[in-house]
């Protein structure tokens, strides 16, 4: 093989691997996610694009008032809010929902009534997860906590494509 070839060879070999190495670092650490529904209007709508990081789920690095995306029913994955954290008790009455005691001030909510009632303490990787849509939302008043190994990742930038990037 002539040099000019071997030197050809390499370039492309040292290339694909840092594609390799790219994509790979992608999938762990930001993921393209399309909103689909309307549970979490006004902050998300159908057709939204987020940008999701896998990373921060794996570290325990999730806090109340994140956005997340986790499994579904079925092979759906939804987009909700962190509510209630691992050991936290939770409750919902009068419409509005209390952690460890204390009324949650949600500024994210569209409408400033929470259906249900409810008293229960998660337990140590579990999350209590709710739509800021809440009179149409299927969330964990619906399914019960979601552990966080059914947390796909979290919202870390919504993108609006030729336009721009919001970070959260």
Same mark, same amino acid.
């Given at each position: ?34 909103? $689909? ?9 159908? /057709? %939204?694009? +987020?940008? #999701?990081?896998?990373?921060? &789920? *794996? ?16 092979? $759906? ?9 691992? /050991? %936290?008790? +939770?409750? #919902?009455?009068?419409?509005? &929902? *209390? ?70």
């Amino acid at each position: 093989m002539s040099e000019k070839i071997k030197r050809n060879v390499n370039e492309w070999l040292e290339a694909f691997a840092h594609a390799v190495v790219i994509v790979i670092i992608l999938y762990f650490l930001a993921w393209p996610f399309t909103i $689909k529904g309307s549970s979490m209007e006004d902050n998300f709508f159908t /057709g %939204d694009r +987020i940008i #999701i990081c896998r990373v921060m &789920v *794996y570290a325990g690095a999730i806090d109340r008032g994140d956005v997340v995306v986790c499994e579904g029913s079925g092979t $759906k994955d939804i987009i909700k809010r962190v509510v209630g954290l691992p /050991g %936290d008790q +939770i409750e #919902i009455r009068d419409g509005h &929902v *209390y952690i460890n005691g204390e009324v949650l001030v949600e500024p994210y909510v569209k409408e400033d009534y929470t259906h249900g009632s409810l008293s229960l303490t998660l337990g140590v990787d579990e999350y209590y997860l709710l739509g800021d849509n809440r009179s149409i939302s299927q969330d964990s008043r619906n399914t019960g906590p979601f552990t966080r190994k059914q947390i796909l990742g979290k919202t870390i930038a919504k993108w609006y494509p030729f336009n721009s990037l919001q970070f959260y």
